[in-house]
């Protein structure tokens, strides 16, 4: 090989070295906004969560089996006027 070809060899071997740190990069990126996307998932279902504990702790029990009672009419007025 000549001294040329050697060189040429060297920056395309560089290019190819650089092209997969910006790969690598980019992939690491990805997937710390995956995770960040997910934490918040996770954290929003749990703020819900922990309300709908909250209000079930501090509701009356009539409270919760009236909720439940209108629940069930309306599942079964639904199901009866969509046949």
Known sequence: ???NQIVNFKIVNQQIVNHWRNLLMWRNQITNFTHQIMNQIMNFTHQ????AMHTLSTMDSSVILS??????V???LHR????
């Open 67 to 72: 909720c439940l009672l209108i629940c069930v």
């Open 48 to 51: 819900i969560i922990n309300l």
């Open 74 to 76: 309306l599942f079964i």
């Open 80 to 83: 009866f006027t969509n046949k």
């Open 1 to 3: 090989m000549s001294k």
